[in-house]
T-cell receptor, first 115, second 117 residues
Framework: KQEVTQIPAALSVPEGENLVLNCSFT??????LQWFRQDPGKGLTSLLL?????REQTSGRLNASLDKSSGRSTLYIAASQPGDSATYLC??????????????FGKGTLLTVNP | DTGVSQDPRHKITKRGQNVTFRCDPI?????LYWYRQTLGQGPEFLTY????????KSRLLSDRFSAERPKGSFSTLEIQRTEQGDSAMYLC???????????????FGSGTQLSVL
């Protein structure tokens, strides 16, 4: 059974700081990995999707890396802003087997960027 | 608005009542998913549709839960005889057909927050 863990559970940083969020997964046979952002009481917004054959993806100030063999991904946020404050969720999709439609999520990292 | 739409946004009900939620996916998406999220947890998979066919159901989906997607368009999720443990955010997501550049990215709606008293 796939398990996804995110560290830290919460992070508070001053504006302008660069930061890294970590995600680990127990079964390396994944199809892809996605990072989502969730604002309080809202749905999820997809930030970056990394296919299993890729090493990283970039979008603006965000960079996500994937090391499938070690079961790890990181989300790097450069020059953080108060508007980045949200919960960041990592999710993996299995590459084989019967349940390859669903995403397995971590519990998220609650990020607060202080002005 | 061309995103995933869910209705209602909030639902408060008494234990034992039936509730129904609706999800309208992005129009060209043929895949539709329901997830459930409780406070402090990541979303958990409930069920998946490809067009009108329900291809997978989680063991979390007890016999009190039923989901439909008639004609492969909107979907409904019904909970019968609600229990306090059903209180959660119910999220719907849709995705484009596989094979497109960039992989299958899921687009989520804003969710329906259910409170069972």
């Amino acid at each position: 059974k796939q398990e996804v863990t995110q560290i830290p559970a919460a992070l508070s940083v001053p504006e302008g700081e660069n930061l890294v969020l970590n995600c680990s997964f127990t079964d390396s046979a994944i199809y892809n990995l996605q990072w989502f952002r969730q604002d309080p009481g809202k749905g999820l917004t997809s930030l970056l999707l990394i296919q299993s054959s890729q090493r990283e993806q970039t979008s603006g100030r965000l960079n996500a890396s994937l090391d499938k063999s070690s079961g790890r991904s990181t989300l790097y946020i450069a020059a953080s802003q108060p508007g980045d404050s949200a919960t960041y969720l990592c999710a993996v999709r299995q590459g084989s087997g019967g349940s390859n439609y669903k995403l397995t999520f971590g519990k998220g990292t609650l990020l607060t960027v202080n002005p | 608005d061309t995103g995933v739409s869910q209705d209602p946004r909030h639902k408060i009900t008494k234990r034992g009542q039936n509730v129904t939620f609706r999800c309208d996916p992005i129009s060209e998406h043929n895949r539709l998913y329901w997830y459930r999220q409780t406070l402090g947890q990541g979303p958990e998979f409930l069920t998946y549709f490809q067009n009108e066919a329900q291809l997978e159901k989680s063991r979390l989906l007890s016999d009190r839960f039923s989901a439909e997607r008639p004609k492969g368009s909107f979907s409904t999720l019904e909970i019968q005889r609600t229990e306090q443990g059903d209180s959660a955010m119910y999220l719907c997501a849709s995705s484009s057909p596989p094979g497109r550049a960039g992989g299958e990215k899921l687009f989520f709606g804003s969710g329906t927050q259910l409170s069972v008293l």
